[in-house]
């Protein structure tokens, strides 16, 4: 699979949410979800159907291909890690987070991101331990921050 541009990268995690919301994923429900309009959905559709990604019968279900499916849940995680970071321990709130989480997963790299991850294992190790040392200094810190 080639790099997907990360409008591509949001359908496909639009298409993997609705799936998971609802069991399955139409054109209208994804151009909703995206607030973009029908035609631009199936533009979308064409190219990541042609990329192997997903398959969509015309005024059907949208699918993932299994390579799809891997693809788009890779993102998700990415995502909700990146979110997880940002509200837990950056102490963001969830709205702006969403959006930074949104901007971030197209951008990161592999390496900073697996760090990044290893990051948040340690800091939960920390807080599993009953050692909230860092977290709660970076909680007052944060709070300091905003006077």
């Known amino acids: 699979m080639n790099k997907l541009t990360s409008t591509m990268e949001d359908y ?7 799936k998971k919301e609802k069991g399955f994923a139409r054109v209208g429900e994804i151009a909703s979800k995206l607030d973009v309009k029908s035609p631009t959905v199936n533009s979308a559709i064409k190219f990541l159907s042609d990329q192997g990604l997903v398959i969509h019968e015309r005024y059907g279900y949208v699918d993932l291909t299994n390579e799809g499916g891997q693809a788009a849940s890779e993102i998700r995680n990415k995502h909700d890690i990146l979110f997880r970071f940002l509200t837990e321990f950056l102490m963001l709130d969830a709205t702006l987070a969403e959006k930074e989480a949104c901007s971030i997963e197209h951008s ?6 697996l760090r990044l991850t290893k990051f948040l ?5 920390d807080a599993v331990n009953g050692r909230l040392t860092a977290i709660n200094q970076m909680r007052r810190y944060f709070k300091d921050d905003n006077k």
């Open 12 to 18: 496909l995690e639009a298409i993997y949410s609705l």
């Open 108 to 113: 990161i790299g592999e390496k900073t991101f």
């Open 121 to 125: 294992r340690f800091l939960q190790k």
